[in-house]
């Protein structure tokens, strides 16, 4: 059974960055689509980015690009979330998910959380002065 735990959350002043980690056990994330949502208060939960773990194909929503990276430790089986330039309007608990449907299109992925079957307990991101 595949698990995931996130960490690298936090409190940052506006125009900080963070580093998010989704580490994984209990299988390789080769056979899926890791991607990172995100959920504010009172709002429902988005898609922020994802990445086919072995093609490395990868993408990020239209709110995020150009701020956010997410890449892949392929021997740590961890995925990792970049955030740089942070905005208030980033404040949220952010999740990362396992998706078995690797041979869809990551963008299509984000678009819905029920492609995704993983999911982790989340970590806290303010963004605040």
């Known amino acids: 059974q595949l698990q995931l735990v996130e960490s690298g959350g936090g409190l940052v002043q506006p125009g900080g960055s963070l580093r998010l980690s989704c580490s994984a056990s209990g299988a390789s994330l080769d056979l899926y689509t890791i991607g990172w949502f995100r959920q504010a208060p009172g709002k429902e939960r988005e898609g922020v980015s994802a990445i086919t773990f072995a093609s490395e194909s990868t993408s990020s929503a239209d709110s995020v690009q150009g701020r956010f990276t997410i890449s892949r430790d392929v021997a740590g089986n961890t995925v990792l979330l970049q955030m740089n330039d942070l905005k208030p309007e980033d404040t949220a608990v952010y999740f990362c998910?396992?998706?078995?449907?690797?041979?869809?299109?990551?963008?299509?992925?984000?678009?819905?959380?029920?492609?995704?079957?993983?999911w982790g307990q989340g970590t806290q991101v303010t963004v605040s002065s």
């Open positions: 998910a396992a998706s078995p449907h690797r041979q869809i299109p990551p963008r299509a992925l984000l678009a819905t959380t029920r492609a995704f079957d993983f």
